[in-house]
Nanobody
Framework: QLQASGGGLVQAGDSLRLSCAAS????????MGWFRQAPGKEREFVAA????????YYAHLLKGRFTISRANAENTVYLQMNSLKPEDTAVYYC?????????????????WGQGTQVTVSS
């Protein structure tokens, strides 16, 4: 029900915008978030947004380069990534939870997209 897109191969310093559409949604969204997982590493939190208030939350080290936003009418969340670095290379996953309480923990999210690969070359 979550479809992520927008990944690709870019050079360091470039920008990308990821999209995640919640199609045929049958659940009430509390938050939507982005996580990423690099090879050999654990999945880590990137950003989240409250579906009702638009409040945003970021991993500390990514704030300022990444921006999460939403389009409620389209059931879509975006992740604008600027000044990309090789260490941003990972599979990026979107996720949704039904809770009104924000969480940066992957286990708190109920629904997951299939992931989209982002590769940043130096």
């Amino acid at each position: 029900q979550l479809q992520a897109s927008g990944g690709g191969l870019v050079q360091a310093g470039d920008s990308l915008r990821l999209s995640c559409a919640a199609s045929r949604r049958t659940f009430s969204i509390g938050h939507m978030g982005w996580f990423r997982q690099a090879p050999g590493k654990e999945r880590e939190f990137v950003a989240a947004i409250s579906w009702s208030t638009g409040n945003t939350y970021y991993a500390h080290l990514l704030k300022g380069r990444f921006t999460i936003s939403r389009a409620n009418a389209e059931n879509t969340v975006y992740l604008q990534m600027n000044s990309l670095k090789p260490e941003d290379t990972a599979v990026y996953y979107c996720a949704a939870d039904r809770s009104s309480w924000y969480s940066s923990q992957a286990v708190s999210y109920d629904y997951w997209g299939q992931g989209t690969q982002v590769t940043v070359s130096s």
